[in-house]
């Protein structure tokens, strides 16, 4: 079970470290002013359990938590700080003005498929 503070079913980033130098790519061939998140999905952390779920074979689930909830799991800050960053990109988003790999274009189109 995965606890997370915040709406389970608002969008998070997810990266694969080997799309690292396919951002690098689509940052450098941008067009300047744009400000790109170098995501390799954007998913719920619902989606995330049921594909985790699929690939262990094991029944897996995310629950709310609360902010305090993981501060006591992980003392120190890094609890604190992480569940407060979850639950604010839950309540509010990532942005409007972001763009996405997927949305880039430079005469051709961010493709992961084709990599």
């Avoid at 915040?6 to 470290?17: M, Y």
């Avoid at 003392?75 to 992480?82: I, N």
Wanted: aromatic fraction near 8%.
């Amino acid at each position: 079970m995965l606890r997370k503070p915040g709406r389970n079913d608002a969008l998070h980033p997810f990266v694969v470290p080997t799309d690292a130098g396919l951002f690098v790519e689509l940052l450098v061939r941008s067009p300047p002013q744009q400000d790109l998140l170098g995501v390799s999905e954007m998913a719920s952390y619902n989606t995330f359990m049921e594909i985790w779920s699929e690939v262990t074979g094991e029944k897996s689930e995310v629950r709310e938590t609360t902010v305090d909830d993981q501060d006591k799991l992980a003392p120190g800050g890094l609890g604190r700080e992480a569940a407060e960053s979850t639950a604010t990109s839950a309540e509010f988003g990532w942005g409007k003005h972001l763009v996405l790999p997927k949305d880039v274009s430079f005469g051709r189109h961010f493709d992961k498929s084709k990599c």
